[in-house]
C-alpha cells in the first residue's frame, strides 16, 4: 500500500506541499494497487480503463481514479540467498538467470541486489546501472547460515526506496536459520508497502513465510528444482510484471485506519484479477 | 530339526559370553591404566586408546566401567546393562574396584574418568556414520540400545550417525560420586560446561539427553536451568522449527525431541524462572526470560524483565541485548515511537549492529518514514562485518556456549597432569 497525496500526479505527492504558504487542509490520500489480469489462457489482458475495474475497500464500492498499464518504469530489486547451500551449479544458474533478466530492463528501469546469508549485504543500491548486479555476482562466494528474513525486509526498503513501481524477486533455497526480524514483523511492512514480492525457492523448502508474503503483495511464488530453467522464470516473472496494472483511488466511506480489505474484479468474461487482498491503513 | 537349531545357537550363545567377558575385563584393565596416564585437554596416548574401541567394544565395556565405579543402577538402561555381567566377573571387578579404593583416590579417580571421556568425545571425531534406521524391521537388542543422530547443514539432511557412547560414561561415573553431604561441584560445572558444548557444536539430540539427565542430576544449578533454558529457546527458532517442519525422513522416522515453539518457550519460561529463584541477581535470566515472554506474546510482561537487566546489567552486551529486544516488545505493543528510542539505545552500545539498525528501520517504517528507515538500515548493509564485535546478535542462540573456552578449561584444570 502506498499512500500519495492526489493533487500530483501519483508519485511526486510531497513535493507539491512545499510552498511559501503552510498548507493547513486536510490531506486527500490515495490507494495505488497493483494489479494483474489474465485471460482465460493467462495471457495479460490489454486495453483496460478505469470503467473496467470494480474496487471495493472493506466492502464499499470505490471509484477508480486512474489506471495506467506498462508506461510506468520500474523498481527491480533481487534479494538473493547466497549462504552455504547456494553453491556451483545453483550459483552459476543465478548469475546466468541475473544476466538474462538485466537485458530485459529498459533504460527508465533501476535494479538493486541484496543478498543475504548470515548478515545482510546492499550489493548495488537502486540505479539504473544494472551491470553492477552481474559484476557484484561474479565475486561472491556463499557460505554460512540464511539471514532470509531479514534479507526480504532489506529488499523491500531499497524497493520502495525511490518513486516507481516496485518488484522484489526473492531466491532461497534454504530455510531461515539467522535472521532477527520475525516474520509477523515483515508480514506487517507487507502490508504497508506497495513493493510485489515474486519469491523463487526450491520446492523442497518453501518457507510458509514467502508463500504469505507473495500472497499479501500480490505477487506468486515460484516453485523450482535444480533442473528448472533458471532464467527463463526469471524473465517470465518480469513479463508478468511489466504487464499489470497499476490502479488509483481515493478512499471513501471507509475509516482510515486499520486493515482495509480490498477486492478487485473486472468487467470483462473470463478475465482473472491478481492484487493484494488489502493494506494496513 | 528345530531343538538341534536351537541347542546350536545356545551354545554359540555362552562360548560368545565368554569370549566378551574376557574380553571386557582385559578393557577395563586398559581403561584404568588410560584414566591415570591422561593428561586433560591432550590428544595423548591414553586418549587415543579409548578413542580406537569400536562403538560395539565402548558398549561392552560400559557395564564393566559402572561396576568398577559403583555407578548406581538407578535407571532401566543402567539395570539392564547391569544384568549382563556374569556374577564371576562382578567379584572380580569388585575386588578391582576395592584394589584401587585402596590407593585413597577413588572420588579423583572417577573425576579423572569423566574428564578422559570427556576428551575423548571433544577432541577425537569418533563419529559412525550409519544407514537410517530401518522402522518396521525387525532390530535386535543392540541396535534399540543404539540412539542414532541425524545431521543436517543448512536445512539439508547429511548423514545419520551413532550417538558418541562417552557422553554416557561421563554422565554415569558423575552419578558414582558421593551426593552427602553435597554434591561434588564438578558435577554442576560439568553439566553446565557440556551443555554449552552442545550448543556451540549445534548437537541438540545430545543435548536434550544431556539436559534431561542434568534435571535428574543438579535439579537447582541456577546455571545448568539456564543452559537448558537457553537450549529451549533455541528449539523453539525458526532455524529448528523450519527443518523439522520441511525435512523428509525415511518413512515411519521422525525426529525426536522437537515439539511446538509454544511448548519450548514455556518450558524456557519454567527454566529462567526457576533460575531466578534460585539466584535473583542472575542479570542473563532476567535478558532471557523477557525475551522469551516478547516472543510468546507477552510483552508488558516482557518489558519488565528486560529493563530488571538493563538496570542490573554490568555487561555491554547484556544491555545491548536487552534494548534491542525491549525494541521488538514496543513495536508488538504498536509503540514504534518507544521501539525507536530502545533500538536507537542499542546502537550507543553497538553502533554498526545489522540486527538494532534493522529493527530501528522496522519502527520507523511502522511510523510511515520511508526516507528514515531506509537511511537508517542502509550504513549496516554495505560491507556487513560478521562478527561479535559488530553485532552480539550473531552469537545469541549460542546462550552460555559463547563462554565454552573458559568453561572447559575450569573443568580441566585440576586433572591436567598424569596420574
Redesign the interface.
Known amino acids: 500500500m502506498i499512500?500519495v497525496v492526489l493533487t500530483v500526479a501519483l508519485f511526486y505527492a510531497p513535493a507539491i506541499l512545499v510552498g511559501a504558504q503552510p498548507t493547513f487542509s486536510a490531506r486527500v490520500e490515495g490507494i495505488r494497487v497493483d494489479v494483474l489480469v489474465t485471460d482465460s489462457s493467462r495471457k495479460p489482458l490489454r486495453g483496460l480503463t478505469p470503467a473496467d475495474f470494480v474496487v471495493r475497500d472493506n466492502g464499499v464500492l470505490q471509484q477508480v481514479d486512474i489506471v495506467s498499464f506498462g508506461d510506468i518504469s520500474l523498481n527491480v530489486g533481487l534479494a538473493f540467498d547466497l549462504?552455504?547451500?547456494v553453491t556451483g551449479a545453483r550459483l552459476e544458474q543465478l548469475k546466468s538467470a541475473s544476466a538474462a533478466l538485466t537485458t530485459q530492463l529498459q533504460a527508465a528501469d533501476q535494479s538493486a541486489l541484496?543478498t543475504f546469508d548470515?548478515?545482510?549485504?546492499?550489493r548495488c543500491p537502486l540505479s539504473p546501472q544494472h551491470a553492477c548486479i552481474q559484476t557484484a555476482l561474479s565475486a561472491v562466494e556463499p557460505a554460512?547460515?540464511?539471514a532470509l528474513?531479514?534479507g526480504v525486509?532489506?529488499g523491500m526498503?531499497?524497493g520502495?526506496?525511490d518513486v516507481g513501481r516496485s518488484l522484489l524477486m526473492v531466491f532461497s533455497d534454504?530455510?531461515?536459520?539467522?535472521?532477527?526480524?520475525?516474520?509477523s514483523?515483515v508480514l506487517?511492512?507487507g502490508r504497508?508497502s506497495d513493493v510485489v514480492v515474486y519469491p523463487i525457492t526450491s520446492r523442497?523448502?518453501?518457507?510458509a513465510f514467502l508463500e504469505h508474503l507473495a500472497d499479501l503483495t500480490g505477487g506468486r511464488l515460484h516453485e523450482v528444482d535444480r533442473r528448472d530453467d533458471l532464467s527463463k522464470t526469471f524473465r517470465a516473472i518480469l513479463e508478468e510484471f511489466r504487464h499489470r496494472y497499476l490502479i488509483t483511488y481515493t478512499p471513501r466511506g471507509v475509516s482510515r485506519d486499520g486493515w482495509h480489505k480490498l477486492e478487485v474484479r473486472v468487467n470483462r468474461p473470463g478475465a482473472r484479477v491478481k492484487a493484494r487482498p488489502g493494506y494496513q491503513g | 530339526m528345530t531343538l538341534r537349531t536351537l541347542l546350536a545357537v545356545g551354545l554359540m550363545a555362552t562360548f560368545e559370553s565368554i569370549a566378551a567377558d574376557e574380553r571386557a575385563l582385559g578393557m577395563l584393565n586398559a581403561w584404568i591404566v588410560a584414566v591415570d596416564d591422561h593428561v586433560a585437554a591432550e590428544k595423548d596416548d591414553a586418549l587415543e586408546r579409548l578413542a580406537g574401541w569400536t562403538h560395539d567394544e565402548v558398549e561392552l565395556v560400559l557395564p564393566y566401567v559402572e561396576a568398577f565405579g559403583e555407578v548406581p543402577a538407578d535407571t532401566r538402561d543402567r539395570a539392564v546393562r547391569r544384568r549382563r555381567i556374569t556374577g564371576t566377573d562382578l567379584a572380580l571387578v569388585r575386588q578391582r574396584t576395592r584394589d584401587l579404593q585402596a590407593r585413597g583416590d577413588f572420588d579423583r579417580f572417577r573425576k579423572r574418568a569423566v574428564i578422559l571421556h570427556t576428551d575423548t568425545a571433544i577432541l577425537e571425531s569418533s563419529r559412525v556414520m550409519v544407514e537410517p534406521p530401518r522402522p518396521f524391521a525387525r532390530r535386535t537388542r543392540d541396535e534399540l540400545a543404539k540412539r542414532v543422530d541425524v545431521l543436517s547443514?543448512?536445512?539439508?539432511v547429511d548423514h545419520y550417525e551413532l550417538a558418541n557412547p562417552h557422553w554416557e560414561f561421563a554422565m554415569s561415573l558423575l552419578d558414582s560420586l558421593p551426593r552427602n553431604p553435597r554434591r561434588d561441584p564438578i558435577v554442576s560445572d560439568w553439566y553446565r560446561a557440556i551443555g554449552a558444548h552442545f550448543a556451540n557444536e549445534g548437537r541438540y539430540a545430545d543435548a536434550l539427553r544431556h539436559f534431561q539427565q542434568a534435571r535428574r542430576v543438579v535439579s537447582d544449578a541456577p546455571e545448568v536451568l539456564f543452559g537448558e533454558a537457553c537450549l529451549q529457546e533455541t528449539l523453539a527458532a525458526?532455524?529448528v522449527q523450519?527443518?523439522v517442519r520441511?525435512t523428509?525422513l525415511p518413512n515411519g522416522l521422525t525426529i525426536q525431541g522437537v515439539s511446538s515453539p509454544q511448548t519450548h518457550l514455556r518450558r524456557a519460561e519454567t527454566l529462567l524462572r526457576r533460575a531466578l529463584a534460585a539466584e535473583a541477581r542472575f542479570v542473563e535470566a532476567n535478558l532471557r526470560l523477557g525475551r522469551v515472554l516478547t516472543q510468546l506474546e507477552r510483552h508488558e510482561e516482557a518489558l519488565n524483565h528486560l529493563n530488571a537487566a538493563i538496570r542490573d546489567s554490568q555487561d555491554r552486551t547484556i544491555t545491548y541485548y536487552a534494548h534491542?529486544f525491549s525494541g521488538?516488545g514496543w513495536?508488538a505493543l504498536s509503540r514504534p515511537v518507544d521501539a525507536r528510542s530502545s533500538y536507537r539505545g542499542a546502537l550507543e552500545i553497538y553502533p554498526n549492529a545489522?540486527?538494532a539498525r534493522?529493527?530501528l528501520?522496522?519502527a520507523l517504517?511502522?511510523l510511515?518514514d520511508?526516507?528514515a528507515?531506509?537511511e537508517a538500515?542502509?550504513p549496516?548493509?554495505?560491507?556487513?562485518v560478521?562478527d561479535r564485535e559488530s553485532d552480539p546478535?550473531?552469537d545469541y542462540y549460542l546462550g552460555d556456549a559463547a563462554n565454552i573456552a573458559t568453561l572447559l578449561a575450569e573443568l580441566r584444570a585440576p586433572f591436567k597432569t598424569r596420574q
Open positions: 499512500r549462504s552455504e547451500s541484496v548470515r548478515a545482510v549485504s546492499l554460512g547460515e540464511t528474513i531479514d525486509f532489506a526498503l531499497v520502495e526506496s534454504g530455510l531461515d536459520t539467522a535472521s532477527f526480524l520475525t516474520s514483523r506487517d511492512m504497508r523442497d523448502a518453501r518457507p | 547443514a543448512d536445512g539439508r525458526p532455524r523450519d527443518y520441511v523428509t534491542l521488538d513495536l545489522q540486527a534493522l529493527g528501520g522496522a517504517r511502522t510511515g520511508r526516507q528507515a531506509v538500515v542502509a549496516a548493509l554495505t560491507r556487513p560478521v546478535w550473531w
